[in-house]
Nanobody, 125 residues
Framework: QVQLVESGGGLVQVGGSLRLSCAAS????????MGWFRQAPGKERDFVAA????????TTADSVKGRFAISRGNARNTVYLQMNSLKPEDTAVYYC??????????????????WGRGTQVTVSS
């Protein structure tokens, strides 16, 4: 089973940017649809962004549309989440997820087979 490790989180001021990375343990990451979710303290895990296997199709949640973008570098076994114009409400633990043989992108957490441990993003005002 593929293993996922997130990185790139940290503390940033309002309006700043961060790029999260999700490194996969397998070179066959191109077989997986990938997604990013986030969970703030005391709240449920929410969908952020998703991308299909070959990167030809992607989507983001309305709350981050126009500010966040998901991309993938299959040759590097990595998926990225570029986050711009960050707001305090973006503060959360961000999780990377993978779905094997996913031909489309998926926005429900139950659609994914494998999860990383998360990386903390804190936006200070």
């Amino acid at each position: 089973q593929v293993q996922l490790v997130e990185s790139g989180g940290g503390l940033v001021q309002v309006g700043g940017s961060l790029r999260l990375s999700c490194a996969a343990s397998e070179r066959t990451i191109s077989n997986y649809a990938m997604g990013w979710f986030r969970q703030a303290p005391g709240k449920e895990r929410d969908f952020v962004a998703a991308i299909n296997r070959d990167g030809s199709s992607a989507t983001t949640a309305d709350s981050v549309k126009g500010r966040f973008a998901i991309s993938r570098g299959n040759a590097r076994n990595t998926v990225y989440l570029q986050m711009n114009s960050l707001k305090p409400e973006d503060t959360a633990v961000y999780y990377c997820a993978a779905r094997r043989a996913g031909a489309y992108y998926y926005i429900r957490s139950s659609d994914y087979d494998t999860w990383g441990r998360g990386t903390q993003v804190t936006v200070s005002s």
